[in-house]
């Protein structure tokens, strides 16, 4: 199924963009899992290989990043084999490249950006180095239309984000962590339940099977911001937990996990609802890994139905780290052809706001 | 270490071959066992910028397209992680996509080669009489060096005695010294690569004030393709997706985990 390289095809860059049914091969390396994607016209998945590296991490307790490095180059080609093969296309009828250029865990950002170049280099076509979070937020297009001004909850292991686009790829972040991610809070909250890494889902399990509640404080932080803290609220769960044992008494896990979701799921999803009115939102859009988090989704869901307001949430396979989501939001570079050099760097901090379209 | 064409192979060939497992980034076309062009050059141990812009110009340059293309060799380490990773995975990608071979070098090999050759152009008459071993050092830190042993020369071999490991470089010349000693076939034993952190050991080990030498040097990507083409031509090939670098060793977190689960 190999075919010939087309020579020149990435010369001219200009008025590339006005092919509508463009392919894209999309990498995805910036934390533990490998995946390559094929996408149609921005929109259109043809495949979407996610290796997960999380078997190799769970024994470590945490994703160790030489590690993941190193499973990367393990699985690069294979996952890219399988891509192409599941996509039922060639190497050669690929138009353009799109990697994750940043945030992540820069040894692992290094290898998909390598071979990204290397295919650019081998097929001749542009390359677009492609923001992760712009990936999850972008996600949504696979699934749906996104109305403008739209409102992303981005909530991951990494990033527990309030993304306001006003307009198509114009990010601005109007609400941050100022400690843990969600998912990471999750994560340390799960340990000192006793759960294996990573022990998020099985919060969310066990905070539904709960019969009580231990209510925690909710942190709000200052009453006009849209920032987060988490930090605090762990603590309080290690703090009762401790407080049980010093009593003699076994410490009522089920009702400290409904205690911590409800105390998560209470701010993230108030601070939301109050930003999509504040910024005369059309749509809310939530996105990343713990928007597998059935508390969540279903709270905001019924949030969304009384305000009105039109929700999109992708599912699970697009909420996790993938490729797809990469060839979405990379689509939006497309468009304009805002390519990227061969020089690209990896960039474990990227900005979300100065990686927005220029045009 | 002349390679004639003709000895093993009737046709010309042609090998693409790049190292980033040390402070440079060394890449060269390699035909028939001569360096038609190279490059070197030195970027911070942030050769994941350059590496891909550098082969294209090396490429365009000579005029090459895939097609001209028959193999791609690259350094397989040991070396540093991130550096190693970098050329294997530019070499594992290139070769997939244009679907040519692939053939990992030892980059240790490489830069003894490289050496090699250069104490070679330096000295015709150098081991001519007896053997010389060529012992590639890069830096491992805390005393330590990657390294391995070859021996050269007399008159025209070039043979590796030892396997690439990581070394404590103190009872590593020492030991190469005594070894020295005691056979007589050896004249002398060359230091090369990365010696500047390492020259007081050495002379700490030197007992004759005659057979441990150093010569500092860097990659030559052209000897890395003068290795990978008498392995091309043997029909020696890897495959390609289950290449990986050697790193000599486990990963911290892995090596903690091993001596956790033995006990230790
Ligand atoms: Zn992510």
Redesign the pocket.
């Known amino acids: 199924m190999r075919k010939r390289q087309e020579a020149g095809k990435g010369t001219d860059m200009s008025g590339m963009a006005t092919k509508p049914d463009y392919l894209m091969l999309a990498i995805?390396t910036?934390?533990d899992e490998t995946s390559v994607a094929v996408v149609k016209g921005g929109r259109q998945i043809l495949s979407n290989i996610v290796s997960s590296q999380i078997e190799t991490h769970r024994q470590f307790g945490g994703v160790v990043p030489e590690i993941a490095s190193r499973k990367h180059v393990e699985s690069i080609t294979v996952i890219i084999e399988e891509a192409f093969k599941k996509a039922g296309v060639s190497p050669g009828d690929i138009d353009t490249v799109a990697v994750t250029q940043g945030p992540?865990l820069v040894g692992a950002l290094l290898v998909g950006i390598v071979a990204a170049k290397s295919l650019a280099l081998a097929l001749d076509v542009p390359l677009i180095g492609t923001h992760?979070?712009a990936?999850?937020i972008y996600a949504n297009q696979l699934i749906g239309d996104i109305l403008y001004p739209a409102l992303a909850l981005v909530v991951?292991?990494?990033?527990t984000e309030l993304v306001l686009i006003e307009k198509e790829g114009q990010f601005r972040i109007v609400g941050r962590t100022r400690d843990d991610a969600v998912g990471e809070a999750y994560d340390k909250v799960a340990r000192a339940l006793k759960f294996p890494y990573p022990g998020g889902p099985h919060v969310d399990r066990l905070a539904h099977e709960a019969q009580d509640e231990v209510v925690l404080p909710r942190s709000w932080l200052e009453p006009d911001s849209y920032d987060f803290s988490f930090s605090g609220l762990k603590s309080a769960v290690l703090a009762e937990i401790n407080r049980s044992r010093m009593k003699g008494e076994t410490p009522d896990f089920s009702a400290l996990a409904r205690g911590f979701q409800q105390s998560v799921i209470d701010v993230v999803t108030g601070k939301a609802m109050r930003a999509a009115a504040e910024f005369g939102v059309r749509q809310l859009l939530l996105c990343?890994?713990v928007a597998a988090n059935r508390g969540l989704r279903e709270t905001l869901t019924a949030l969304c139905r009384e305000a009105n307001l039109p929700l999109l949430i992708p599912p699970h396979v697009l909420c996790?780290?993938n490729a797809a989501m990469i060839g979405a939001a990379a689509d939006l570079k497309w468009r304009r052809s805002e390519f990227t050099s061969l020089d690209m760097k990896a960039e474990p901090g990227f900005s979300l706001e100065d990686w927005s379209v220029k045009g | 270490m002349k390679h004639d064409a003709n000895e093993t192979g009737d046709r010309s060939v042609t090998i693409l071959s790049f190292d980033t497992s040390t402070a440079s980034l060394a890449a060269a076309i390699v035909r028939d066992g001569e360096t038609v062009d190279s490059i070197l050059s030195f970027s911070e141990r942030n050769h994941s910028v350059k590496v891909i812009s550098e082969i294209k110009d090396l490429l365009q340059r000579n005029g090459l397209k895939a097609q001209d293309i028959d193999a791609i060799a690259v350094g397989q380490g040991p070396g540093s992680y991130t550096g190693v990773r970098i050329a294997v995975t530019a070499a594992k990608t290139l070769a997939w996509t244009w679907n040519k071979p692939l053939i990992g070098v030892s980059s240790l090999e490489a830069l003894a080669l490289g050496a090699w050759e250069s104490l070679q152009s330096a000295d015709e008459n150098i081991g001519t009489d007896r053997a010389v071993w060529i012992i590639p050092l890069m830096d491992a830190r805390r005393g330590q060096v990657y390294t391995s042993r070859y021996a050269a020369g007399h008159p025209r071999k070039w043979e590796t005695l030892d396997e690439d490991g990581i070394r404590l470089i103190a009872g590593w010349s020492q030991l190469l010294e005594n070894e020295a000693t005691d056979d007589e076939r050896v004249s002398a034993v060359w230091f090369v690569g990365e010696v500047a952190p390492h020259s007081a050991a050495i002379e700490m080990a030197e007992q004759s004030g005659m057979r441990l030498r150093t010569l500092a040097c860097d990659m030559d990507a052209g000897a890395l393709g003068r290795l990978a083409e008498i392995r091309f031509r043997e029909g020696g090939r890897d495959d390609v997706h289950s290449f990986v670098p050697n790193y000599t060793q486990l990963a911290e977190a892995e090596a903690k985990l091993l001596a956790a689960s033995r006990g230790e």
Do not use: A, L, M, V
Not at chain 1, 156 to 159: F, W
């Open positions: 995805e910036s934390c992540g992760h979070i990936g999850h991951s292991g990494g990033h990343g890994g996790t780290d």
